[in-house]
């Protein structure tokens, strides 16, 4: 199954999920999604959702300087983004429990030609 389309409507709850357990730049972040099993997150889909997240107001930003490298921009969950994260995951459990329904329907009743 193809988990673009997929992804696209969960990469907000996902990179706040992500950001509640710990601040992160970047490309901490993707990392972290994909060692989540989110493996096919692309870096440009999450730099475009933490910059819509922090233009939402759902995320402040800080700078930590480095010795080794350019600076970085390091991302946070603020109470707007906790408040956001605790909706959208209602919302998610709603939704999974649907599909779950669903498809587990789907696997006992007779398909639409009458086989079992």
Request: overall charge neutral; charged content about 25%; glycine content about 12%.
């Amino acid at each position: 199954m193809d988990t673009t389309q997929l992804l696209k409507g969960v990469l907000d709850v996902a990179v706040l999920a992500v950001l509640r357990q710990e601040d992160g730049y970047g490309y901490d972040i993707v990392r972290r999604l994909r060692d989540a099993g989110l493996g096919d997150v692309g870096d440009a889909s999450v730099y475009g959702t933490l910059r819509r997240l922090y233009a939402a107001g759902s995320l402040s930003s800080y700078v930590v300087p480095s010795d080794g490298g350019p600076h970085r921009k390091y991302y946070a969950i603020n109470p707007q983004g906790v408040k956001s994260l605790d909706a959208q995951k209602a919302s998610w459990t709603d939704f999974a429990d649907a599909m779950t329904g669903l498809l587990a329907a789907a696997r006992t009743e007779p398909n639409a030609i009458g086989e079992k």
